[in-house]
Nanobody, 128 residues
Framework: QVQLVESGGGLVQAGDSLKLSCAAS????????LGWFRQAPGKEREFVAA????????TYVDSVKGRFTISRDNAKNTVFLQMSRLRPEDTAVYYC?????????????????????WGQGTQVAVSS
């Protein structure tokens, strides 16, 4: 099992940037695929981005392509989500998640049930 702790959320204006971090502990970080999800009030949890175990592959939901970038630093056991040109509709609680069993794989998990460990979430609010 891996423990995940997000940070970096806050209140920003539309068009601003924000960088989320997620620190991991408890398991070999470099073997894990990692993802970011978000959940707005009254809505289901939504996939945002994922990155492969070695950082070689990434994928994004269409609504954030070109604005968000997921990255990881395996030496620091941390995954990041750089968010730019934020919009009010990006307002949500953002969660990082970890998925084991994909080390060496070209497959990127994107469904919540594929991720076994979750952080507690960090709030991002974007005002218009």
């Amino acid at each position: 099992q891996v423990q995940l702790v997000e940070s970096g959320g806050g209140l920003v204006q539309a068009g601003d940037s924000l960088k989320l971090s997620c620190a991991a502990s408890g398991r070999t970080f470099s073997n894990l695929a990692l993802g970011w999800f978000r959940q707005a009030p009254g809505k289901e949890r939504e996939f945002v981005a994922a990155i492969s175990w070695n950082g070689g592959r990434t994928t994004y939901v269409d609504s954030v392509k070109g604005r968000f970038t997921i990255s990881r630093d395996n030496a620091k056991n941390t995954v990041f989500l750089q968010m730019s040109r934020l919009r009010p509709e990006d307002t949500a609680v953002y969660y990082c998640a970890a998925a084991g069993g994909y080390s060496g794989s070209l497959y990127l998990p994107t469904v919540p049930t594929e991720f076994r460990s979750w952080g507690q979430g960090t709030q991002v609010a974007v005002s218009s």
